[in-house]
């Protein structure tokens, strides 16, 4: 498997579960040593792995999504000769398209995952790569029914399985041992700080919602002055904190010390929400979850929590109101949250669909 995702360590829990299902599997990841992206340096987290190698391999153009590639592929290939090569990554980048030419070269199976939720043409010579990833794979794997009917529009022909990318670990993420104290409640967004996630709508829907509340805005981002002044104008600075990301292995216990988590995400021309890591993580932990009806999010909740119409500022504000004043509600939906999280999106479930696809890969 090629995947930058996997330097995170909750990401790994994955593939710890993987090689637990099939004591036979042999898996190597290649991860680069860190990944530079909106929030940062993010460094390789979590070596050794257990029950597979991970294999720490240097990148060129380090924190170019579209660009980057492993410069010593060709190498490890030879020496692994691996049957599977699993590339983690967009088939418009170039890391996907030096990976697969390299692995079939070695006479290796590929498979691809996407996103990709939004019917996007690129320019060359992505489209070319594009083209070639689309022809020359055994399999693909997306991460939503949407990204699924982009790939079948834009002539991908071959198996397709719908997998999250990574699940949760539901040991991980869990309810706290006591029960969340009633007030003040405790309102969260995690995430990036830009203006498709929509965090100035949370903050202008907090204005009029009464009772015992604070809230915390958990990220960073270009647009993190800005929503720091409109917190101030709106009169919120002594009730809104905003504080920076915090390392994977920390966000478990955020969650378990907040009661909502809000994800009031907008349209972009191109851009749509594709799925949400931090909503399964919140309803892992049973926190009550609210969302716009953008993308993936209501799709990812289901009858788990409560949906906005996109921009709405007084519905969300409604929405919010009516937790605050519920502690019995935001019980009910916490339950559900973590109940559907169980039956959906834990590792082991993640894992073992992705084994399906590679016995079917080498049948």
């Not at 987290?45 to 190698?53: F, V």
């Not at 992505?126 to 083209?131: C, D, G, K, T, V």
């Not at 996109?310 to 109940?339: N, Y």
Request: proline letters at 8%.
């Amino acid at each position: 498997m090629v995947s930058k995702a996997c330097i995170v360590g909750i990401y790994q829990k994955k593939l710890e579960e993987m090689v637990r299902a099939a004591p036979d599997l042999s898996l190597t990841v290649v991860v680069p040593p860190f990944w530079k992206d909106e929030r940062g340096t993010v460094s390789v987290e979590g070596l050794p792995g257990e029950g597979y190698k991970l294999r720490v391999e240097p990148v060129v153009f380090n924190g170019s999504f579209h660009l980057h590639f492993y410069p010593r592929l060709r190498r490890l290939f030879r020496d692994k000769r691996p049957h599977v090569v699993h590339i983690d990554e967009e088939p418009y980048n170039l890391a996907t398209y030096h990976a697969n030419r390299l692995a079939r070269q070695s006479g290796a199976k590929t498979l691809w995952f996407s996103w990709q939720n939004l019917e996007r043409r690129y320019p060359p010579p992505f489209s070319w790569m594009e083209r070639y990833n689309l022809r020359h794979t055994e399999y693909a794997i997306v991460g939503s029914c949407t990204s699924a009917e982009v790939w079948r529009a834009k002539g991908y022909c071959g198996p397709l399985a719908v997998i999250p990318q990574f699940g949760v670990d539901q040991k991980t993420f869990r309810p706290p041992a006591l029960p969340r104290p009633e007030t003040p409640v405790h309102l969260a967004y995690v995430g990036r700080l830009v203006p498709e996630k929509g965090v100035d709508l949370l903050l202008r829907a907090l204005v009029e919602v009464s009772g015992s509340w604070r809230a915390t805005i958990l990220g960073s981002g270009p647009s993190e002055g800005r929503l720091r002044e409109t917190a101030v104008a709106l009169g919120l600075g002594e009730r809104v904190a905003f504080r920076p990301w915090l390392p994977s292995d920390q966000m478990p216990g955020f969650y378990r010390e907040i009661d909502v988590l809000v994800l009031p995400s907008r349209s972009r021309p191109n851009w749509t929400e594709q799925f949400g890591r931090v909503l399964v993580e919140a309803m892992a932990s049973e926190v009550s979850v609210v969302g716009s009806c953008v993308g993936e999010i209501p799709h990812v909740l289901g009858e788990a929590g409560l949906v906005f119409p996109e921009g709405d500022v007084a519905a969300l504000r409604k929405t919010l109101a009516k937790l605050v004043e519920s502690p019995v509600l935001r019980r009910e939906l916490g339950a559900l949250g973590r109940h559907r999280v169980l039956r959906r999106f834990t590792q082991r479930q993640v894992a073992e669909s992705t084994l399906a696809v590679y016995r079917e890969v080498m049948r």
